[in-house]
């Protein structure tokens, strides 16, 4: 068996990846609308939307499977997102790079493969709209055309997700953004007995800057304050602007240790930006920090309320000094 191959621009590609904001979040009939047209159209057992994340691929719309994910280093998707073009394998028993794979040899005994991938308008290609069977069959020209319109339709859809979670001016999670990945981390955490704390930014003085030096250096503000808390906070935290000048960061597996710890250095890292920053003013903000513990009747709304008034309390402190 051939394992997926990486290549150099992986990060790149997952970093396009994550930035949908669809990753474990729920099914949704707009691809599941399009899986199973291609699942009719082209007489197959399976068909599926799957992105390839770091060390898996991730099913967003799954018809005929049961499973959710598989291994990226098992994956045919992970082979397929490689090629500009659709991946074809007519009968995985003669291909040498997949007869002994799992997914062949055990359920679900994929004979048939063919993977158009997932191009984003930046080049990378973030996963496949593929067919399954446990038949060996030819794929056409025509089959192929087919095909790409479908996984065109896919593009389309992760692009208009993209464009309705993502915040415009910074480029991370907007309050709609945020929700979705917030509702799908929580349920995740809760299952497996995790707390978690959010932390809700605020920029100080942001008003006497665009009052005194233009809006167009308050939306610089706004995208250097982002840029720290993406630069500094993990991948697995989930950052969104929530609006105006208020910042969000979700963090969970974080003991009180770890929060201060990262605090700080986010502070350290604002400091030396403000040190070595060509703009005319400084960065400031006042934050507060509300925790949840691991299957707490606090949703969503009210988890962003406690945050917002320990953050409102350390502004006002701040005010009164």
């Known amino acids: 068996m051939l394992n997926a191959p990486i290549h150099n621009n992986d990060k790149t590609r997952l970093e396009t ?12 009939e707009r691809f599941d609308r399009i899986t199973r047209l291609a699942k009719r159209l082209f007489s197959v057992s399976i068909c599926l939307v799957s992105l390839v994340d770091e060390n898996r691929q991730w099913f967003k719309s799954c018809e005929g499977l049961v499973a959710s994910e598989t291994p990226r280093d098992i994956s045919f998707c992970g082979h397929a997102i490689h090629n500009p073009q659709v991946f074809v394998v007519n009968d995985t028993l003669l291909d040498e790079r997949f007869s002994d794979n799992p997914l062949v040899t055990e359920a679900p005994f994929i004979r048939f493969y063919a993977g158009h991938p997932l191009t984003m308008p930046d080049g990378m290609r973030v996963g496949t709209l593929c067919l399954i069977d446990e038949n060996p069959r030819d794929f056409s020209e025509e089959d192929k055309i087919a095909l790409e319109d479908l996984a065109l339709m896919v593009v389309s859809e992760l692009t208009s997700i993209q464009q309705t979670t993502l915040d415009e001016l910074t480029g991370i999670s907007n309050r709609r953004g945020f929700e979705q990945l917030a509702k799908q981390a929580l349920s995740t955490w809760d299952r497996n007995g995790i707390d978690s704390n959010l932390v809700f930014f605020d920029l100080d003085y942001f008003k006497g800057i665009n ?36 910042f969000l960061v979700l963090f969970g597996q974080s003991s009180e240790g770890h929060i201060r710890f990262a605090l700080e250095r986010f502070k350290r890292a604002l400091i030396n930006y403000n040190n070595t920053s060509t703009e005319s003013f400084d960065l400031a903000y006042s934050v507060g920090i509300a925790c949840r513990k691991s299957k707490q009747a606090l949703n969503i709304c009210q988890y962003l309320d406690a945050a917002d008034k320990a953050m409102y309390e350390v502004k006002l402190a701040h005010h009164n000094r």
Do not use: K, M, P
């Not at 990846?17 to 949704?28: C, F, I, S, Y």
């Not at 167009?216 to 808390?229: I, N, P």
């Open 17 to 28: 990846l994550r930035g949908l904001n669809v990753l474990d979040t729920a099914a949704e």
């Open 211 to 246: 009052d005194t030096y233009g809006h167009d250096a308050g939306d610089r503000a706004l995208v250097s304050f982002a840029s720290l808390l993406t630069q500094e906070f993990r991948d697995s935290d989930v950052i969104a602007r929530f609006g105006g000048d208020e």
